[in-house]
């Protein structure tokens, strides 16, 4: 889960300093599980899984975390799709093949 390689990879990324650890691994860890169970089950191995913990994470220490969603939806989505269909009948379809599925018979979160 949140390993102090991560919190320090945020750390790095985000410019800070070993004063605010502690709170940066609650932020992430909420991050991370709340992804979780948007996005399905996710590792931090996964880069895109991880790119959006950690902008989740930025959202949040910034005090910001209302515009997440909105402004990475399309991320969210793509995930949430990729793990649906990896488990289903679509099973080795490509990102293009995705994007050509008629949206309908996809239920896509956040579009309701």
């Given at each position: 889960m949140i390993t102090p390689k991560i919190v320090d990879e945020f750390?790095?990324?985000m410019h800070l300093g070993d004063y605010e650890d502690d709170n940066?691994?609650?932020i992430l860890k909420t991050s991370y599980e709340d992804l979780i169970?948007?996005?399905g089950d996710y590792t931090l191995e996964d880069e895109t899984f991880k790119e959006l913990v950690f902008e989740r994470?930025?959202?949040v220490y910034n005090d910001a975390?209302?515009?997440f969603e909105e402004n990475f939806l399309t991320r969210i989505n793509?995930?949430?799709m990729r793990k649906v269909l990896s488990e289903t009948e679509y099973e080795g379809l490509t990102g293009e093949d995705i994007e050509r599925l008629d949206?309908?018979?996809l239920?896509?979160?956040g579009s309701e």
């Amino acid at each position: 889960m949140i390993t102090p390689k991560i919190v320090d990879e945020f750390k790095e990324r985000m410019h800070l300093g070993d004063y605010e650890d502690d709170n940066l691994k609650r932020i992430l860890k909420t991050s991370y599980e709340d992804l979780i169970e948007i996005c399905g089950d996710y590792t931090l191995e996964d880069e895109t899984f991880k790119e959006l913990v950690f902008e989740r994470s930025r959202y949040v220490y910034n005090d910001a975390l209302e515009y997440f969603e909105e402004n990475f939806l399309t991320r969210i989505n793509t995930l949430s799709m990729r793990k649906v269909l990896s488990e289903t009948e679509y099973e080795g379809l490509t990102g293009e093949d995705i994007e050509r599925l008629d949206k309908e018979d996809l239920i896509i979160y956040g579009s309701e």
